[in-house]
């Protein structure tokens, strides 16, 4: 892909980064109290990482934890250290 759009190495690597920056920012941003009386809110979790081949081995990544009203569709992400 690199060679067929004449892109530098680094190139996708900071385009990646620089979306990731702009989608945490947005999310961050953007916050606010969800839920109420008589309003469902459905929150979940998830780790994302990467697998190793060793198996029995501990993943490395991050938990994220998450909630959406069902209604409106607002939401809520929290990055877990």
């Not at 979306?19 to 994302?48: H, P, Q, Y």
Request: one cysteine or more; proline letters at 1%.
């Amino acid at each position: 892909m690199l060679i067929f759009f004449f892109l530098a190495h680094g190139t996708p690597i900071d385009w990646y980064n620089f979306c990731r920056e702009v989608s945490e920012d947005v999310v961050i941003n953007n916050s606010e109290k969800i839920g109420g009386f008589a309003i469902t809110v459905e929150i979940d979790e998830s780790k994302f990482g990467k697998k190793k081949y060793n198996r029995g081995k501990r993943v490395e990544g991050v938990w994220v934890f998450g909630g959406v009203e069902r209604i409106s569709g607002k939401g809520f992400f929290l990055w877990i250290q």
